[in-house]
């Protein structure tokens, strides 16, 4: 596998670790190299993933900024990107990410849109 480039950063939960297998796909599928980094927001639910993500478990529930900050600290690449649990990527959204970021280096954030896994819907 190439060194990654990218970092996703995904904080699940609860009712949300259901969902976390179809957004680490998503992932996985868009972006082979991604590093992909789940945060356990203290999660009553295990929270397991599979060997291409690893899991940082924060020490109490935090807000979704804080665990999404939490995830942040363990984040090693030039470019990082957070998705909620429940949602998934679209083809290629990481690497039209990278392509905005790289085509002016004044810009900071680039955004996209993703799906919604239980709707199906964009947003």
Known sequence: M???SITV???AWDRYVGYLQEAIDSVANDSPDAAIVVVD???EVP???PPEASVVRAPRRLTVGAARNFGLDHVA???VAVLDADDK???NTLEFL???LDADPSVSVATTAILDSESGERH
């Open 2 to 4: 190439a060194e990654a």
């Open 9 to 11: 950063v995904i904080p």
């Open 41 to 43: 927001n203290a999660s």
């Open 47 to 49: 929270v397991t993933a």
């Open 77 to 79: 690449t030039r470019y």
């Open 89 to 91: 990527l679209l083809p």
């Open 98 to 100: 990278r392509s905005r």
